[in-house]
């Protein structure tokens, strides 16, 4: 059941949930403004289908904004209509999906218009770690309209249609649409941040409903943990071959070879995404340092090095798993921090943000040590003493304060290269390799290669049961 018209917004909609499941609600609301003629408008729905429906069995929240009436702009009946989703949603314990396609603000409406935007603001700040929170944005989401989609835990956007954007890319200072545009989806993803995938949109529907089946419904639910038909054994033997990629290495050890990645296109070298390993949701984060074709072919290198917003993209994943019950488990290779000006403005307050999240995390947390681990970049990336509950590395990993060479370097400064040689063996030996930190209780176990995936299920079955007692207060500050 639902709107009638034949248009874009009720034809996503119904692309996106199962068959024949949507009911519209609140069909029948129009305008309620008159200034500026607007009452001889035809409104119809006042530009926003809402309602429920299915995906996969799943309940879900769905508005979808119609650009044919009024732009799709937020009037005041407008943004109550996706107020009263929330709402519902909240009550039910259910997701919300947004389909964004908006010319705006409504000029008529004004300071109704504003009061609406501020509403939506205030749901969807209420509704953050209680439901998840998806947009998809497939045409214009500017001014207000882009703190909607900011709001969102997820946001994915049309390749070739969205432009999502505070200030138009002509009214920034000393620049034009033509020398950078600022709206556009490839300056979003790779430079902003803001956005999870793009595709077509029968991509970015797929890619809801797939994400929205990995997810729980909300944060009573316990996470999410579904059957799995995967051989629980099952032997992982090339991690060696591309383990500097992560992707490659959190599609080999989930159930099904399933991966989700966050923010792809974002902060390549830190990488964020879910996989699935005895049917249950987990969280990666992952180090990388190179990244591979289909082919297997070397693409991209990256320094093993922690970034400003590498940092961001990990700490904001993190807390996301943390409110929705979704254990963590990162992958770390990581020797230090990228030493750029750009970067040194913001990795302190980064660093400090990602530390708290893994931190404050109550999941189940478990650290692999994939290549380096060396210094406090180390530390951040969910060490024993920053609250891991396990800890593995593979048979190869480094651990310690530096590189054992670069280390007798400097203890050794005045010696010649012969006596430097000899103290960076020795220093390996004893300070730079994983079985001296497994002889301290720093790493719980040293695992294979083809073994990882099940150790990490082990792993997943034990914590299950996980709980902790946090300190009486109301909030950190980072």
């Known amino acids: 059941m639902g709107n009638s018209n034949d248009n874009c917004a009720m034809r996503r909609i119904t692309q996106l949930v199962d068959e024949n499941s949507f009911m519209e609600i609140g069909s029948l609301v129009t305008a309620r403004s008159t200034d500026f003629n607007l009452s001889k408008a035809d409104t119809p729905s006042d530009g926003v289908i809402t309602g429920h429906g299915l995906i996969d069995g799943n309940l879900v929240f769905v508005y979808s904004q119609d650009v044919s009436v009024l732009g799709g702009t937020v009037g005041e009946m407008h943004a109550k209509k996706i107020a009263s989703v929330y709402d519902m949603a909240m009550k039910m314990g259910a997701p919300v999906v947004g389909i964004l396609d908006c010319a ?14 501020g509403l939506i603001y205030a749901k969807q700040a209420a509704a953050s770690g209680v439901i998840p929170q998806i947009s998809a944005v497939f045409g214009s989401c500017g001014g207000g309209l882009a703190v909607v989609s900011a709001l969102s835990d997820f946001t994915y956007a049309q390749a070739d249609k969205a432009k999502i954007f505070l200030n138009s890319p002509n009214a920034i200072e ?9 709206s556009s989806v490839e300056f979003q993803d790779a430079q902003a941040g803001t956005i999870d995938g793009a595709g077509s949109e029968e991509e970015i529907l797929s890619d809801i409903r797939t994400l929205v089946c990995m997810l729980p419904s909300n944060n009573a639910q316990g996470g999410c943990d579904d059957g799995c038909t995967d051989d629980l054994n099952r032997a992982c033997e090339s991690l060696d071959t591309m383990k500097g990629d992560p992707r490659y290495v959190l599609s080999e050890i989930s159930d099904g070879h399933l991966f989700i990645e966050a923010k792809a296109g974002y902060a390549k070298e830190m990488v ?3 996989i ?15 990244e591979y074709d289909a082919q297997g072919k070397k693409t991209e290198s990256y320094d093993a090095a922690l970034s400003a917003r590498g940092c961001h993209k990990a700490a904001e994943f993190v807390s996301f798993c943390d409110a929705f019950d ?25 660093l400090g943000r990602l530390t ?34 396990l800890v593995y590395a593979w048979p190869d990993a ?11 370097k400097i203890m050794y400064a005045d010696e010649p290269a012969s006596v430097i040689e000899k103290k960076a063996a020795e220093y390996d030996a004893l300070q730079g390799n994983v079985r001296s930190a497994a002889a301290r209780g720093y790493i719980d176990r040293i695992i294979d290669y083809p073994d990882t995936r099940k150790y990490l299920i082990a792993a997943m079955e034990m914590l299950y049961t996980k709980r902790v007692e946090q300190p009486n207060k109301k909030h950190g500050t980072k």
Do not use: H, W
């Open 174 to 182: 000393g620049n034009r649409m033509d020398k950078c545009d600022t």
């Open 356 to 389: 708290c999240a893994f931190a404050n995390a109550t999941v189940p947390k478990v650290n692999l040590i994939m290549d380096k681990a060396y210094g406090s970049a180390y530390a951040v990336m969910n060490c024993k003493s920053l609250g891991a509950d």
């Open 398 to 408: 480094k651990t310690g304060m530096m590189d054992s060479a670069l280390a007798a």
């Open 326 to 350: 979704i254990p963590v488990i990162s992958f770390t290779n990581v020797s230090g921090f990228k030493a750029s000006m750009c970067s040194e403005r913001n990795l302190a307050k980064a």
């Open 272 to 274: 964020t995404g879910f």
């Open 276 to 290: 699935k390993l005895n049917g249950i949701t987990v969280g990666a984060v992952a180090n990388c340092t190179e």
């Open 104 to 117: 705006g603000v409504r000029l008529q409406e004004s300071v109704d218009a504003l009061e609406g935007f």
